[in-house]
């Protein structure tokens, strides 16, 4: 059974930083593209980032670019979003999922990060 466990989330001030991390269980990330998602409250879920099982190809929403680095250790089976200069529009709750191909096929529970001064 695969399961993905986000931690890292808190309640940060404007410009403050955060790291994600997503674990992976019952399931080997290497050969996984891995994703992170938010829903932020009232709004429809976004991609956040993604990043392919090899590595070399990442994507990052126009929203984070530049603030957001997605990073992955596949011996620790670990998913890593470094977010950095938060604003008061990335509170949202944090996801992040794995597919082989296709839909994403797992999803984390999610965790909260909230930006206010």
């Known amino acids: 059974q695969v399961q993905l466990v986000e931690s890292g989330g808190g309640l940060v001030q404007p410009g403050g930083s955060l790291r994600l991390s997503c674990v992976i269980s019952?399931?080997?990330?290497?050969?996984?593209?891995v994703g992170w998602f938010r829903r932020a409250p009232g709004k429809e879920r976004e991609g956040v980032s993604c990043?392919?099982?090899?590595?070399?190809?990442?994507v990052y929403a126009d929203s984070v670019k530049g603030r957001f680095t997605i990073s992955r250790d596949n011996d620790k089976n670990t998913v890593y979003l470094q977010m950095n200069d938060l604003q008061l529009e990335d509170t949202a709750d944090y996801y992040c999922?794995?597919?082989?191909?296709?839909?994403?096929?797992?999803w984390g529970q999610g965790t909260q990060v909230t930006v206010s001064s």
């Open positions: 999922a794995v597919r082989l191909d296709g839909s994403w096929d797992y």
């Open positions: 019952g399931a080997d990330l290497y050969y996984y593209s």
């Open positions: 990043t392919s099982n090899s590595d070399d190809g990442t």
